[in-house]
């Protein structure tokens, strides 16, 4: 088979449909090398040279000029005998030539439509159009959760039987066992506590980090947040300033991935109160990592947090609270949930969602 990416993702991307871009091409190409995977762009990066490198995957240069990856990338797929174009980030193009092709779209989540006041009405007019013209097209669609399966039925109008759930994975970092001088080194650069709680994701309201850092507010446990700022954050600062939290609250920068994964290894409890996600990549990550976790009861969270997580109303700061000192304070339970909740999360390893997109490539020839 020759399947072509819309590879934009793929290469400029560093976070969440980077990270699934990358990840997708890469467990298909160990599982399946028999086939030829084509990343279609106008230019590359070196961001997943480890994957392009590899010979069953090729980079194909794109046309170009302005609105080259709507009217160009679809024919340019079709000029080089792909069967297969899949669209990674809820986009198709919108023109395509005479040669058979079959079109599948990644379509992550339609929080603009949930949650309209996180975007501009520009954005949402645009993000709706994109959803609409590339869920039309599409010969199938995968949802990443089955909420986001829903919500494509709901706000899209799209039947079901259209509609494929394939859950994410997450890095490989995650599953693997960093070096004990590894570990010792990137405790002593970030000067991390000897024990505390973690947050990761980009500071921006729908994660909900204030009422994580009002949960704690009071108690003298260690709170270490990753993540990106945004407007928000000055939000969130002036809060832990007002309560002269500085000391408790620590904002790291500049974390590699695998230093990521061992953060997510130190930390007693991982918590991610988020109000919306399309799956939650983070939550997953923490179970990896055998660290228990507390996060929300909406969305597609227990999807992915399993039934060994621990919930909370990611309204109530009070809850938060709550639920944060019940596990610090025990560490048997605390392990327990860890340990259960890591024979669920093999369900999303790399090999199983690989069959899965294999059988509905085959399925659609």
């Known amino acids: 088979m020759k399947i072509a990416f819309d590879a934009k ?3 400029h991307n560093t976070s969440g449909l980077g990270n699934y871009s990358r990840d997708l091409v890469r467990i298909l190409s160990q599982y399946y090398p028999e086939n030829e995977y084509l990343l ?36 340019d797929a079709q000029k080089v005998g792909a069967q297969i174009f899949h669209g ?21 989540d339609l929080i603009f439509m949930r949650y309209p006041q996180y975007y501009s009405f520009f954005d949402r007019k645009i993000h709706l159009w994109k959803f609409k013209k590339a869920a039309a097209s599409a010969d199938k669609i995968i949802a990443i959760s089955e909420q986001t399966k829903r919500d494509i039925i709901t706000y899209l109008k799209v039947p079901e039987n259209k509609i494929e759930v394939i859950y994410q994975g997450c890095h490989q970092a995650f599953k693997e ?29 729908r994660k909900n980090l204030l009422n994580i850092v009002k949960g704690i507010s009071g108690t003298e446990i260690p709170l270490v947040v990753v993540g ?40 007693d409890i991982f918590v991610y109160p988020s109000f919306f996600e399309g799956f939650g990549i983070p939550v997953i990550e923490a179970l990896f990592s055998k660290t228990a976790v507390i996060t929300s009861n909406v969305s597609c969270l227990p999807e992915a947090g399993g ?23 025990n ?28 059988d509905v490539y085959k399925k659609i020839l």
Request: a positive charge; hydrophobic letters at 35%.
């Open 9 to 11: 993702r793929f290469f």
């Open 40 to 75: 279609l762009n106008k230019n590359r990066s070196e961001r997943g040279k480890d994957i392009f490198e590899r010979p069953d995957v090729r980079f194909v240069e794109t046309s170009k000029g302005n609105l080259s990856r709507q009217f160009k990338m679809g024919k």
């Open 88 to 108: 990674l980030s809820g986009e198709l193009p919108l023109k395509w030539g005479k040669e058979p092709i079959k079109k599948i779209v990644t379509i992550h």
């Open 177 to 205: 066992q960093q070096s004990d001088k590894f570990i010792q080194l990137t405790k002593e650069k970030f000067n991390l506590p000897e024990r505390f709680i973690l947050n990761v994701g980009t500071i921006e309201d």
């Open 228 to 267: 990106r700022k945004t407007n928000y954050y000055k939000k969130v600062e002036a809060f832990i300033r007002k309560n002269k939290m500085e000391k408790q609250v620590l904002f790291l920068e500049g974390v590699s991935m695998d230093e990521l994964a061992v953060i997510y290894k130190l930390a």
């Open 307 to 329: 039934e060994d997580s621990v919930y909370v109303d990611p309204k109530s700061f009070e809850d938060i609270g709550a639920k944060i000192k019940f596990l610090w304070e």
């Open 331 to 358: 560490e048997s339970e605390r392990k327990r949930r860890a340990e259960k909740s890591f024979t669920f999360v093999q369900k999303f390893n790399d090999e199983p969602i690989a069959a899965q997109l294999m």
